[in-house]
């Protein structure tokens, strides 16, 4: 017990001794590292680092006990492999820290930093281009009656609905669309989740949404498209199977049975990129019946 402590006291309380003066500068520096580090648990959050980092933690706490118990090889082993293991982890977490980095690219922070070089094309999430691909496909669908989900990403993350599905990387057109949700395709199940003018994957899961206003009539379908839209700021377009109805659901709020106007002018809304999506999120949360 006396060693535990007397380590303790060498290597940990003598960090924690207070400093005689604080000065603007530390206040900074100590924001920055809590931003920092709470930006790096939300990206462990959504990526395989998680489990990375509980592998860490127990080699943290085996060189802890291997220091107290004065195991010198082990520590002197452990020492010179930190080297090694760190280039190692970089190579093998390169497509998530590649996706962290662009992540970071595409933060609300500095998009605005970078907003005064962009085209007015550049501030839109998708395209027209994506826009009309979308309405085509839809009202196609619609024509047919066959049912389709599809997600559009928007400021909140997806990648863990889009990680229950079948990743395509995909261009969005309508033919490729209406493709996915033909019946008795191997895709046509649950959802698509698209992010900016990519078709992300297709057969997602989503959660339903419990709001008990929504109409009766209403399946597993329209309730995931609901669903999704109370947990982020996504929006989410519907094609019912069996009325062949084209709905959109945003904030947790379906918008029933809509023309292929209404649905364009929706869609350019949710295509500008310096919405306050706060704001949408909340306004949604007062659900709605229909
Ligand atoms: N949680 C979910 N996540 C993603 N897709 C789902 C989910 N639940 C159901 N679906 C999709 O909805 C289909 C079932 O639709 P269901 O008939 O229950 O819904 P509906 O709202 O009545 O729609 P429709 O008017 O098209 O019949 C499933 O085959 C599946 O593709």
Redesign the pocket.
């Known amino acids: 017990m006396d060693a535990v402590l007397g380590w303790l006291q060498i290597n940990v309380l003598s960090w924690l001794k207070p400093p005689k003066t604080i000065q603007v500068i530390d206040i900074v520096q100590i924001a920055l590292i809590a931003w920092l580090v709470y930006r790096m648990i939300l990206w462990m959050k959504n990526t395989r680092a998680y489990t990375l980092l509980r592998g860490i933690l127990f080699i943290l706490a085996f060189v802890v006990l291997a220091n107290l118990l004065n195991m010198e090889v082990i520590v002197w082993l452990m020492g010179n492999l930190s080297v090694v293991a760190f280039t190692a982890v970089v190579i093998i977490f390169q497509p998530e820290l590649r996706k962290a980095l662009e992540q970071m690219g595409h933060s609300n922070f500095v998009n605005s930093l970078m907003a005064i070089n962009r085209s007015p094309e550049e501030n839109k999430r998708f395209s027209d281009h994506t826009v009309s691909e979308l309405v085509r496909a839809c009202f196609e669908m619609s024509e047919v009656k066959t049912?389709a989900?599809i997600v559009l990403e928007r400021e909140t993350h997806l990648y863990e609905y889009e990680n229950t599905g079948i990743p395509l990387d995909a261009v969005v057109s309508s033919q490729l669309l209406v493709n996915i949700f033909e019946h008795n395709t191997p895709l046509?199940?649950?959802?698509v989740i698209i992010r900016e003018n990519r078709i992300a994957a297709a057969t997602?899961?989503?959660?339903?949404s419990d709001n008990m206003d929504l109409s009766k009539k209403?399946?597993?379908?329209?309730?995931?498209g609901v669903?999704i839209s109370e947990q982020s700021d996504c929006f989410v377009l519907?094609?019912?199977?069996?009325?062949g109805a084209v709905s959109y659901a945003q904030s947790g709020r379906l918008h029933a049975a809509v023309s292929p106007s209404e649905l364009r002018r929706a869609l350019q809304e949710a295509q500008k990129i310096y919405d306050d999506s706060a704001r949408i999120l909340k306004k949604g949360r007062k659900r709605n019946g229909i």
């Open positions: 049912g989900l046509h199940d649950g959802a997602c899961y989503l959660p339903l209403l399946g597993t379908r329209h309730r995931a669903g519907i094609v019912s199977e069996e009325t």
